[in-house]
């Protein structure tokens, strides 16, 4: 599975498309639609997006840019992220192409691939890279060791996080047991390229095109193009947040605003439960943390060989996460074969 087809190509049917609309009508409110997607509310109810043809290739060119430096001709891609009304399975598909390298879009419905099928492509095409969120790459780990292969000596050696926050400590576990370099991109339902990754890691508003404002300081509600977006975040100035040089402001993803609790200084998020849980060795990357009547429910995982763990490591996990964060916290430790029961 290689391309043959350069590169070029692309870019310049996508710069005549950009060059068109601008000639034809001004970017905004009257440019030409190219794209229906939903957002759901936190009562659950769809919203619909249309995002202009503009947009939707700047945030394209955002992406490919940044995966650029993590892909190249040679990677074969799984695409497990959402496909029925978003943004960013489609973005995936045609940036991946954009890279030069070949694309296994898998979705996350897990009907026509489910797990095991993935990872039975991931051996006969020998894929080299995933991107998906990050708790789908600790599952489909743990269920290849229950199959009895090992992650860690797979072809995959890149695995880019998206669609849900997640800490670097986190990142961390999911890079040693896939034994691959990782990376995180950040988007939101309307605007699926918000922030890209530089070649530290850290998450870069993409300035030139988006105007992110928080309503706190570091940390609050993003705002971008003055609409809130119900994401909480910090905004960190360039030099303040990572030395890598680049002008623009770094982002640091920390749920939807509705998945925080009120800490003593600022709202605590279940991303700095995730780097109190993670300082923990014996731990797998599974993470799920849900907000319950005021407190954070966390469930983390131990590997099966580790499992003596049990009640003694929640009382201490659940005592760290109060000291450190001033917030309550229930705190359930499983076997990691167990995962799926236990979060269903
Ligand atoms: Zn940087």
């Known amino acids: 599975m290689t391309t043959t087809t350069p590169i070029a190509t692309h870019y310049e049917q996508f710069l ?22 939903e957002r759901v509310d936190t009562a659950g109810v769809p919203h619909a997006i249309v995002m202009n043809r503009d947009a939707w290739i700047l945030n ?21 992220v959402p496909y029925e009304l978003s943004f960013v399975g489609a973005e995936m598909d045609r940036v991946i192409e954009l890279v030069g390298a070949s694309v296994i879009s898998v979705g996350t419905s897990r009907t026509i691939c489910p797990m095991p099928r ?26 290849a060791r229950t199959r009895g292969q090992r992650p860690q000596d797979s072809t995959v050696r890149t695995v880019v ?30 605007t699926p390229t918000a922030a890209v990754p530089c070649e530290r890691g850290a998450l870069h508003l993409c300035e ?19 609409s809130p977006t119900g994401e909480l975040v910090e905004l960190r100035s360039a030099g303040r947040g990572c030395d890598c040089g680049a002008a623009s402001r770094v982002l640091v ?43 954070f429910h966390v469930v983390c995982a131990v590997a099966e060989a580790e499992s003596p763990a049990g009640g003694a ?32």
């Open 313 to 344: 490591l929640r009382r201490v996990i659940r005592g760290e996460i109060g000291d450190a964060l001033g917030v309550a916290a229930e705190v359930t430790v499983v076997d990691a074969k167990d995962w799926s029961t236990a979060t269903s």
């Open 208 to 226: 030139q095109r988006l105007r992110a404002e928080v309503d706190g300081h570091p940390r609050g509600e993003l705002f971008l193009d003055g």
């Open 118 to 143: 993935l990872l039975g492509l991931i051996e006969q095409y020998q894929v080299t890279a995933l991107v998906c969120a990050p708790g789908f790459a600790a599952e489909l780990a743990s269920l």
């Open 16 to 37: 005549h498309l950009l060059t068109r609309e601008t000639s034809d009508a001004p970017p905004g409110r009257d440019a030409p639609r190219a794209r229906y997607g």
């Open 253 to 295: 993803p920390l749920g939807s605003m509705s998945a925080a609790l009120p800490g003593p200084d600022a709202p605590v998020s279940a991303v700095d439960v995730e780097r109190i849980v993670f300082r923990h060795a014996g731990l797998t990357p599974h993470f799920a943390c849900t907000v319950q009547d005021g407190a």
């Open 60 to 80: 394209q060119i955002d992406l490919t840019l940044a995966l650029g430096r993590l892909l190249g001709e040679d990677d074969v891609v799984v695409s497990a």
């Open 161 to 190: 996080c998206v669609g849900e926050p997640c800490s670097t400590e986190r990142l961390d576990r999911v890079g040693a047991v896939w034994a691959a370099t990782t990376a995180t991109l950040y988007g939101t339902p309307t």
